[in-house]
């Protein structure tokens, strides 16, 4: 493992970005934060700027990512609080790569298509020190580091639900802190005693370094089954499971447009990645001894998410719903601890973050245009504005799973993966496909079908301008459900490495039965 | 047993253990080592000095002179620590006791001592624009100020436990007065009276521990203490777990740790606010510094006996504390609240009785001066004229008025809950370890937990400064925008603190650096000549 991880810093020898891709966003908050009040438009520009200057060099880190390696890349290392064993450890693998492209692309997208309702000077400052945070939060490979990117991200989001919300945002913002926060107090303790006890072992110096200590396994199986337990709890509020997703459907729905899409794309996803890269990497047989309440609160968000979706009034509520399902089918990929569940659900992490945001753009367009998104008030826009019609279609198609988009190879291997390890988990979880063809479809009928009444009767056709910021992610869609091989030969070599490290610590993973290639090939036959 | 206290022998230094001090006679006069005391001597010089100037020439002083010179004295005072820092880590000069035995002369006394100086600044700066607002100027708040601080300094090096009194009762003193220095707000009078009879009653406390104590061990020194109960067991202990007693209800008091903590919220808000910043920052530093010392190194073999309370004040402080804070409505109430349970995350880092948890201890008493003079320099500001506009509803578009001012109060309040990449986390993480390194994880999860329920106070507060005072749309609501004015003193205090409260949480290693080099040594008399 430590070969592989000099392999990794040689290769980033030449340009490691990771820390420009943090740095340069609070750069660029500062600076908007020293715009004149009255020159809203410039911060604007410098938010974009930064923002893209960001995304563009995790687009650099994704060329230069040689593909079919598994251990980490771009490492970096340096101390920092020595004294308390925190160091400075970066580095990305097949895992964390497309989420930093994610988070990358969703950014710019988010501050260039949605504009501020008001005060856009501090608006802009927020984003950009969230877009820092969650580009941190994959690259951290020292568990206080990413405990300090994962608990600050609450900030920035809480303003901007705050400030820039609708309707409760108030209460919504406070739920949406709380709840978190109290979800990683308990693992703050879970990390303290995790490097505690890794020293205690050891008898070296305190170290919160993960591969360290993941590499050495050397904590008790009780204890590493408790702290696994509130390294989950801090996850589940996250993703969210069931019964933790409560405060979800409201910062969802309070939040202002871009909120939303960045919530959706990349803050849920802490929790699903955090599972995978923390829980399964540090505590194998923890997790495998906690799989079956996890595949369970899966299923479980998956039916119920789909649920609550289909009974929604509110558009944007049932979009937050779908997510609640969707996110279902990671923790049900994940949870399955075989290769190509993990490779799904990491798929599925990021094609998650590319059609819900774009779905929430849509609502949000909707909302600005009708100033309402209950789905009784809409009827008939395919009519009048046939070609937002059909982006929303081809994106709720996604949404869906249909074969051939981008919601349906994640969502695929998930449920083989699931099917191999948990088999009745599985055929379960499969009726939840259907369902979100039922929730989805069914809305879709009621606000685009028909004849539009009096006030549908002015809905705006998509502009130019909200073309371009849907374009990309429309790509990315088809074109990511058409092929999506390029993505799973840089995500399953981790993923194997990791189900390996599993297996080494289980014995009832079957090791020869991990790397098996077939069903991946079937999925991108199915794709095609 | 007798392995026990033969291995606490070898390990104390050889020229220790076998001279336990024979208290000297009084006649003779003992050698002083002046240089050491200097943070000391030029705070009380600062003070005396100060005040004899400032009468004699009281109508041609001109304004924030005397902050100006407080804030001189305690900066050289400050500046005069890092001379000292370097000569303690010298082995020739090391670890020392000053004056006969009656003070410490080691990094963890000079730590704190910095601490001191620094709440010093802080109180001083902010003090300056408030009495011209409230019309109270004059230089007596500047010498208590400093003559407070000597008192701290005295009792964070005490080595002996009639000294540690002294210090408290010099402090105390002359936090009593500070308290009730609005002469024209009754409720500043009610507060200093409070505080005072309730404080003169738990130093009787302390005192009378301290004379229990004196009885089982036969010394008040802590070395002799220390020695005296490794050395000996003692057939019936009644006499010192009641002395021990005492002392934590006398200690407990002056940190402000439940169920010792009922004086809390009414001096704090009846305090005028400068002085209340100063008693969270300096007077808590002050009381944990030299309740550390005591029962860490002076009762270190005694832990088994003392622990279990403390961890019952400490879990008591992080209950009251968080959730009693939740249903105020008086800003200056929620942060004693809140300050009684940052004294609940401190008494941690005294239960875990280990190097870590000390100079976790440390860290925190850091983070928390710099937090707290931060929070109640804008709450000095937003009380405004009258000191009496602390509820939460005054607040209400503080964010719109005052962005600044807002954005530096939100950050003191995250840095409280302990959001990361703020010096409160490092402060928090670190006795979450120390305890942790006990192995006693229940009490670490009990102390998040009641982190996040303060959080919940902390939000609040940002609500009504945030999000209270616009609509959905951005415009401001219907009612009062508060208009306050920012003094120069006040700005340099808040933004040195906004600075500290970021740069240490993003660069902790500056303040755990030193810390983790500030352990506090039992020191023997020192010899003739150093």
């Given at each position: 493992m430590i070969a592989v991880v000099r392999a990794g810093a040689e290769a980033g020898t030449a340009f490691n970005p990771i820390l420009a891709m943090i740095v340069v966003p609070l750069v660029g908050a500062a600076v908007v934060a020293l715009v004149p009040r009255v020159r809203a438009e410039a911060a604007r520009q410098v938010a974009t700027i930064a923002a893209a200057l960001s995304g563009g060099l995790s687009i650099y880190l994704l060329t230069e990512f040689h593909r079919g390696e598994a251990g980490f890349q771009f490492v970096q290392r340096a101390a920092w609080a020595e004294d308390l064993g925190i160091g400075w450890h970066v580095g990305v693998d097949g895992i964390s790569l497309f989420?930093?492209?994610?988070?990358?692309?969703?950014?710019?997208?988010?501050?260039?298509?949605?504009?501020?309702?008001?005060?856009?000077?501090?608006?802009?400052?927020?984003?950009?020190?969230?877009?820092?945070?969650?580009?941190?939060?994959?690259?951290?490979?020292?568990?206080?580091?990413?405990?300090?990117?994962?608990?600050?991200?609450?900030?920035?989001?809480?303003?901007?639900?705050?400030?820039?919300?609708?309707?409760?945002?108030?209460?919504?913002?406070?739920?949406?802190?709380?709840?978190?926060?109290?979800?990683?107090?308990?693992?703050?303790?879970?990390?303290?005693?995790?490097?505690?006890?890794?020293?205690?072992?050891?008898?070296?110096?305190?170290?919160?370094?993960?591969?360290?200590?993941?590499?050495?396994?050397?904590?008790?199986?009780?204890?590493?089954?408790?702290?696994?337990?509130?390294?989950?709890?801090?996850?589940?509020?996250?993703?969210?499971?069931?019964?933790?997703?409560?405060?979800?459907?409201?910062?969802?729905?309070?939040?202002?447009?871009?909120?939303?899409?960045?919530?959706?794309?990349?803050?849920?996803?802490?929790?699903?990645?955090?599972?995978?890269?923390?829980?399964?990497?540090?505590?194998?047989?923890?997790?495998?001894?906690?799989?079956?309440?996890?595949?369970?609160?899966?299923?479980?968000?998956?039916?119920?998410?789909?649920?609550?979706?289909?009974?929604?009034?509110?558009?944007?509520?049932?979009?937050?719903?779908?997510?609640?399902?969707?996110?279902?089918?990671?923790?049900?990929?994940?949870?399955?601890?075989?290769?190509?569940?993990?490779?799904?659900?990491?798929?599925?992490?990021?094609?998650?973050?590319?059609?819900?945001?774009?779905?929430?753009?849509?609502?949000?367009?909707?909302?600005?245009?009708?100033?309402?998104?209950?789905?009784?008030?809409?009827?008939?826009?395919?009519?009048?504005?046939?070609?937002?019609?059909?982006?929303?279609?081809?994106?709720?198609?996604?949404?869906?799973?249909?074969?051939?988009?981008?919601?349906?190879?994640?969502?695929?291997?998930?449920?083989?993966?699931?099917?191999?390890?948990?088999?009745?988990?599985?055929?379960?979880?499969?009726?939840?496909?259907?369902?979100?063809?039922?929730?989805?479809?069914?809305?879709?009928?009621?606000?685009?079908?028909?004849?539009?009444?009096?006030?549908?009767?002015?809905?705006?056709?998509?502009?130019?301008?909200?073309?371009?910021?849907?374009?990309?992610l429309c790509v990315l869609i088809v074109f990511l459900g058409l092929y999506p091989k390029p993505m799973i030969d840089r995500i399953e070599p981790s993923v194997q490495e990791l189900v390996r490290h599993i297996g080494q610590h289980d014995p009832t993973v079957d090791i020869e039965d991990v790397p098996a290639p077939g069903p991946l090939a079937g999925a991108e036959e199915g794709g095609h | 047993m007798l392995a026990d206290v033969t291995r606490v022998l070898q390990a104390l230094p050889p020229s220790v253990a076998p001279t336990a001090p024979e208290p000297e006679p009084a006649s003779i006069v003992p050698e002083v080592a002046w240089s050491s005391l200097t943070p000391v001597l030029i705070l009380f010089g600062g003070a005396v000095v100060g005040l004899v100037i400032a009468s004699l020439l009281r109508r041609a002083l001109p304004r924030s002179v005397a902050a100006l010179w407080t804030v001189g004295v305690a900066v050289a005072a400050l500046v005069s620590v890092f001379p000292l820092w370097g000569r303690v880590g010298n082995p020739a000069e090391g670890p020392a006791s000053l004056v006969s035995g009656a003070l410490a002369f080691d990094r963890f006394s000079l730590f704190a001592t910095a601490l001191l100086c620094v709440a010093v600044v802080f109180a001083a700066l902010l003090a300056d624009g408030y009495l011209r607002r409230e019309d109270l100027e004059g230089p007596e708040l500047y010498a208590l100020l400093l003559l407070a601080a000597v008192g701290g300094a005295v009792m964070v090096s005490a080595n002996d436990l009639i000294v540690t009194f002294i210090g408290l009762e010099v402090l105390s003193i002359s936090t009593y007065v500070l308290t009730a220095m609005h002469r024209r707000r009754v409720s500043s009078q009610e507060a200093g009276l409070k505080y005072f009879v309730l404080g003169a009653f738990s130093s009787a406390f302390l005192l009378y521990g301290i004379a229990l104590v004196y009885g089982a061990t036969g010394g008040t020194n802590l070395l002799h203490v220390q020695t005296f109960l490794s050395e000996n067991l003692l057939d019936d202990d009644y006499l010192l777990l009641a002395g021990l007693a005492m002392l934590l209800v006398g200690f407990g008091f002056k940190v402000a740790a439940a169920p010792l903590h009922m004086w809390t919220p009414d001096v704090y808000q009846g305090a005028p606010t400068p002085v209340t910043a100063f008693m969270a920052s300096a007077v808590k530093t002050a009381a944990f510094a030299a309740m550390l010392r005591v029962f860490v190194v002076g009762f270190a073999s005694q832990s088994e006996q003392w622990r279990p309370v403390v961890l019952t004040l400490c879990v008591l402080s992080l209950v009251v504390g968080s959730v009693a804070a939740v249903v105020q409505t008086n800003v200056k109430r929620m942060l004693a609240y809140s300050s009684i349970s940052h004294a609940g995350f401190l008494l941690l880092g005294i239960e875990a009785a280990s190097e870590r948890g000390t100079s976790s201890v440390l860290v925190y008493l850091a983070a928390y001066t710099v937090m707290v003079a931060g929070s109640f320099g804008v709450v000095t500001l937003v009380g405004r004229t009258g000191d009496g506009r602390h509820g939460l509803d005054d607040y209400r578009g503080l964010a719109r008025a005052h962005p600044g001012l807002a954005l530096a109060f939100a950050v003191f309040l995250l840095a409280q809950a302990g959001t990361p990449f703020t010096v409160g986390f490092i402060a928090k993480l670190g006795v979450i370890t120390a305890v942790a390194e006990r192995g006693d994880w229940w009490i670490a999860a009990v102390a998040m937990l009641s982190a996040v329920v303060s959080a919940f106070l902390y939000l609040r507060i940002i609500v009504a400064m945030y999000f209270d005072g616009a609509d959905d749309h951005g415009a401001p609501v219907e009612g009062e925008v508060p208009v306050v004015s920012v003094p120069w003193g006040a700005r340099v205090a808040i933004g040195l603190a906004v600075v500290a409260t970021l740069g240490l949480g993003v660069a902790p290693g500056l303040v755990s650096g030193p810390a983790s080099d500030a352990v506090p040594e039992p020191v023997a008399v020192a010899e003739p000549g150093t």
């Open positions: 989420l930093i492209v994610l988070t990358g692309i969703l950014f710019p997208l988010a501050i260039l298509g949605v504009r501020p309702e008001h005060d856009p000077k501090p608006y802009y400052a927020w984003m950009l020190v969230l877009m820092a945070g969650s580009m941190g939060v994959f690259v951290a490979l020292d568990l206080v580091m990413f405990f300090f990117f994962f608990e600050i991200v609450l900030v920035p989001m809480y303003f901007l639900i705050g400030l820039w919300g609708h309707g409760d945002r108030v209460y919504a913002a406070t739920k949406f802190f709380l709840y978190t926060m109290f979800g990683s107090a308990l693992m703050l303790v879970g990390i303290v005693a995790t490097a505690v006890l890794h020293q205690r072992a050891t008898g070296g110096p305190l170290t919160f370094d993960l591969v360290e200590i993941a590499t050495g396994q050397e904590i008790g199986t009780g204890a590493a089954r408790w702290i696994f337990a509130s390294f989950a709890l801090a996850f589940a509020v996250k993703v969210p499971l069931f019964p933790l997703h409560t405060w979800l459907p409201d910062a969802h729905t309070e939040a202002p447009t871009a909120g939303s899409v960045i919530l959706a794309g990349v803050m849920l996803k802490l929790g699903t990645y955090g599972f995978v890269r923390f829980g399964l990497y540090l505590f194998p047989e923890a997790a495998h001894f906690f799989a079956p309440v996890l595949l369970t609160l899966g299923v479980v968000g998956i039916l119920y998410g789909a649920f609550c979706a289909t009974v929604q009034k509110d558009l944007k509520r049932l979009v937050a719903y779908s997510s609640v399902a969707h996110l279902g089918f990671i923790v049900l990929g994940t949870f399955s601890l075989t290769n190509q569940g993990i490779t799904g659900g990491v798929l599925q992490m990021v094609n998650h973050g590319i059609t819900t945001p774009a779905l929430f753009l849509l609502v949000g367009m909707i909302y600005e245009r009708r100033h309402t998104r209950q789905i009784d008030e809409l009827v008939g826009i395919q009519k009048v504005a046939p070609i937002f019609a059909g982006v929303f279609t081809l994106v709720m198609l996604s949404s869906i799973g249909l074969p051939g988009l981008n919601g349906f190879p994640g969502e695929f291997l998930a449920l083989i993966g699931a099917f191999k390890g948990a088999r009745w988990w599985a055929v379960v979880a499969a009726s939840g496909v259907i369902f979100a063809a039922l929730y989805l479809l069914w809305a879709y009928q009621r606000s685009f079908h028909g004849t539009p009444d009096e006030a549908n009767r002015s809905f705006r056709e998509l502009r130019l301008g909200e073309a371009l910021v849907l374009a990309p | -």
